[in-house]
């Protein structure tokens, strides 16, 4: 596994990457994700007056902006698609359809951060180049320990996880970036659910073999788990759990007595089954 991060020794430098420089970027959702990756990016240096925001209009993310100092950020959707020459697409999976029929900007490249969303649907709704990334949780962004992979793994992609200070890593195929979303869950569930320590490493060593992502991923788990050992912090979990998501099934079969190997199966079949609905939803609606 290769880390990106090796191409480029700080990441101030991110910021001076000609896949940046000059560049007009716009985030499309400012919820955990979206406000996450955009403090980070502004705290390594990203200049605000190139950043463009839209968001659903719910008061709270619209608090959010103003307390931020991104009011004048904050633009509509289709102006937002209009105007980035990168744009990043952080709103919710259900919301992909809302993008149906807008203009981008010729030339244009979009970042989705879509969980579930494959690329072939991202290219029945945009015709612009475009790569799926997933990155870890808020908390371990704002910590400094955010990780991030692309598919495919691309310039301005992993120039732009990498400004936002993530650790950036090279992936070997689509399915793995869906294990990734899996395993970016397990710090917080570790963190709240007592967990047997050789049943925990036997589980990621057997996803290691199936999922090569696993490698880099474990020894994260555990530098993750160890800066907040002790802290049993439900808002930890509430942050990457979502009513009938990965994260929950997981936690359910471990509460329910399941081993860790078994929780691990249940997030995957989750994820799966995420997938295959979103799929069978897009596909009706393109018909």
Not at 78 to 103: H, K, N, V, W, Y
Not at 114 to 134: K, N, P, Q
Not at 235 to 240: D, E, G, H, K, W
């Amino acid at each position: 596994m290769k880390n990106i991060n090796d191409r480029n020794t700080a990441t101030a430098g991110c910021l001076t990457d000609e896949a940046l420089m000059g560049k007009t970027l716009g985030v499309a959702g400012f919820g955990h994700l979206g406000s996450s990756v955009v403090s980070s990016l502004l705290a390594h240096g990203f200049p605000k007056e190139r950043l463009l925001i839209s968001c659903g209009g719910r008061a709270e993310t619209l608090e959010r902006a103003r307390a931020a100092g991104l009011a004048r950020c904050m633009t509509k959707t289709s102006e937002l698609m209009g105007r980035s020459d990168i744009i990043l697409l952080a709103a919710r999976p259900q919301s992909l359809t809302d993008f149906c029929g807008m203009a981008v900007k010729k030339g244009a490249f979009i970042i989705s951060f879509m969980a579930g969303i494959s690329l072939e649907t991202l290219h029945r709704v945009f015709s612009a180049d475009l790569c799926r990334v997933m990155c870890s949780g808020p908390e371990t962004i704002a910590d400094g320990l955010g990780l991030g992979v692309s598919f495919p793994s691309e310039a301005r992609s992993c120039a732009v996880l990498k400004a936002a200070g993530l650790k950036v890593f090279d992936l070997s195929c689509e399915s793995e970036l869906d294990s990734f979303t899996v395993g970016i869950c397990l710090p917080p569930i570790l963190l709240n659910i007592e967990v047997d320590e050789d049943e925990k490493r036997s589980a990621l060593l057997d996803m290691s073999k199936r999922y090569p992502i696993y490698r880099e991923l474990a020894p994260w788990i555990d530098r993750v788990t160890e800066a907040h050992a002790g802290e049993k912090s439900g808002a930890s979990l509430t942050n990457v759990s979502t009513k009938g998501g990965v994260t929950e099934a997981m936690t359910t079969a471990l509460r329910e007595g399941a081993s860790f190997s078994e929780a691990l199966v249940a997030g995957l079949s989750r994820n799966d089954e995420l997938c295959a609905g979103l799929r069978r939803k897009f596909a009706v609606s393109a018909a």
